[in-house]
């Protein structure tokens, strides 16, 4: 009866122990707002490395061969730091851009010459405005402290990102956004409040209906 005794108590021990180990670990749990950013902006990185390659490799102007050299190191560099946070958070993350993103590229290959230049153009104006939404979203929305700041040193790389592009495409006499002195402009013309609004940002990578609604894959489709 005694060592029946010690053994209930060594378990009740045991248990007690573990407790707090596991309460730490639901509470290290990153929250779906921030797993699902990771997950977007690291489909997002893979698509804009891939679509560098196509440029430096296919365009015709010089401009987007440069542009796409500079995307694709800073998307790596981004995405560096998406996969160590993601790591560290344990939220595993998708292995190829969404199955939108992968049509773009698709069509990208096939371009050629200066429709290419358009096509890459107008895909990365659509797809640095998206990311810059939803880099905003997090900002104002996320929960994990590594996850936001991660998404402020985004941020302005996007966003440096998509003034080349405005920039380009003016050149190039492909239609721009209305810029908004309060927020990010969408591709209908209208704005995304700056972080700490309400609205509701697509994910890096979404593609817009006819009707100019964003309809956007869930992170990890393909």
């Known amino acids: 009866m005694l060592g029946i005794k010690r053994l209930g108590l060594l378990a009740a021990l045991v248990l007690v122990g573990l407790a707090p180990a596991a309460a730490a670990q639901a509470a290290a749990q990153p929250s779906t707002q921030d797993s699902q950013y990771l997950q977007a902006v ?65 069509r990208l290959n096939n371009a050629r010459g200066e429709e290419f230049d ?16 939803a880099t905003q979203t997090e900002i104002s929305q996320g929960q994990e402290q590594s996850v936001i700041q991660l998404a402020q040193t985004a941020l302005p790389v996007l966003q440096a990102h998509y003034d080349e592009l405005v ?35 697509p994910a890096p990578g979404g593609t817009e209906s006819p009707g100019g609604t964003t309809e956007t894959p869930a992170p990890g489709t393909s």
């Open 118 to 133: 358009r096509q890459w153009v107008t895909a990365q104006l659509a797809a640095h405005l998206q990311a810059i939404q």
């Open 167 to 201: 920039n380009l495409a003016q050149q190039l006499g492909i239609p721009v956004p209305e810029a908004s002195a309060t927020g990010t402009p969408s591709p209908s013309g209208t704005t995304t409040p700056a972080p700490g609004g309400t609205t509701e940002s």
């Open 42 to 106: 690291h489909q997002s990185n893979l698509f804009e490395i891939k679509a560098g390659d196509l440029a430096r490799e296919k365009g015709q102007n010089q401009e987007v061969k440069r542009l796409g050299e500079m995307f694709k190191t800073d998307h790596t560099q981004l995405d560096q730091s998406v996969q160590q946070t993601a790591s560290q958070l344990g939220v595993q993350l998708p292995g190829e851009p969404t199955a939108d993103q992968r049509q773009i590229l698709d």
